[in-house]
């Protein structure tokens, strides 16, 4: 299949899940998970029409994002280690992987504010990148007193099932945190996924190989 063909039955699994629970499209934003994805792959799917990119590491991004026009919005979604938050706070316009106040520190000593979610390990997974639920209230309460980041919401990437079915309890648990937070942002679901998300209330999907094909290592 070509990065056309997949960008459009991207969009319509989209706009069926969509359809499927009454919502409107515009509500659900298509962040394309682009790590490991050549700048020429990005630039392809920015003519389509993608504005929207997702990337894991700060260096690997640099030069994509300095190689990308400028109408781009970048969002930060791997782990976000405090010495470099700086950095992916100057660079990128949302940071989805909020989750310790180091990482706020020195995202306060930026020259800009960006958008941020905070990372829930909605499933409590040992070793899962993410708070666990009953850290976030009081992780919030940071977020919000953070002069450059605007909380928008939560992002969860949650475990890894065989079946997109049985990760619904845990895209509604974090609709359900997110309401009970005032979350106005709610990332959730990938490639396998994201279909029973968006009718659980994901704003924000986070899709890679069903966009770009299988990752180059
Ligand atoms: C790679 C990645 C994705 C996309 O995964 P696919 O299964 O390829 O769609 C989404 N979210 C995060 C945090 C990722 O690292």
Redesign the pocket.
Known sequence: MSLEERYRAVLQRVAKACEASRRDPSSVTL?A?S?NQPVAALLEMYDLGQKEF?E?RLQEALPKIAALPTDVTWHF??RLQSNKARKAADAFDVI??LESKAQLREIDKSCKVVDGLIEVNIADEFQKNGLSVDYVDEFLQEVLNSTHVHFRGL?T?GPALDDPEKMRMYFRRLRELGERLGSQWLSMG???D?DVAIQEGATHV???????GP?PQ
């Open positions: 962040v998970a790590k997702g894991n979604i791997g989805q992987t992002m990437v990938m490639s396998g994201f986070r899709v890679g190989t069903a966009l770009f990752r």
